[in-house]
């Protein structure tokens, strides 16, 4: 099991383009990335029905379909913990970007 994502020893990071290449790293397994695709893309697509059905009970389920895609990818299939726990916000932007870079093809679906 890799333990790279340990509190020990990951550097602090002062930007998230810094961060940014620690992260991708601890992405290379790609059911690990796919899974990553799957749970953003639920998750745009409950936010888009939330808003246009004001069904605002389904909020809470938002962090559920990310994070729960996100994290049996990082348990099951990449074998580390997820930066989440270490660098949330950072995290959270880097779902995002590499979400991004994979729609657009820059990185490997």
């Known amino acids: 099991m890799k333990t790279s994502a340990d509190q020990t020893s990951v550097p602090r990071y002062q930007t998230f383009w810094a961060f940014y290449p620690f992260y991708l790293s601890q992405h290379q397994n790609q059911t690990c990335r796919r899974l990553h695709v799957i749970?953003?893309?639920l998750v745009l697509a409950l936010l888009?029905?939330?808003l246009t059905t004001q069904s605002w009970r389904y909020l809470f389920l938002l962090p559920v379909l990310g994070y729960g895609f996100a994290?049996?990818?990082?348990?099951?299939?990449e074998h580390n913990k997820p930066a989440t726990f270490i660098y949330p916000v950072y995290s959270l932007m880097g779902d995002w970007?590499?979400?991004?870079?994979t729609l657009t093809g820059k990185l490997r679906f």
């Open 39 to 41: 749970g953003s893309t």
């Open 71 to 77: 994290w049996v990818g990082h348990f099951f299939f």
């Open 48 to 50: 888009a029905f939330v």
């Open 97 to 101: 970007v590499m979400y991004w870079q």
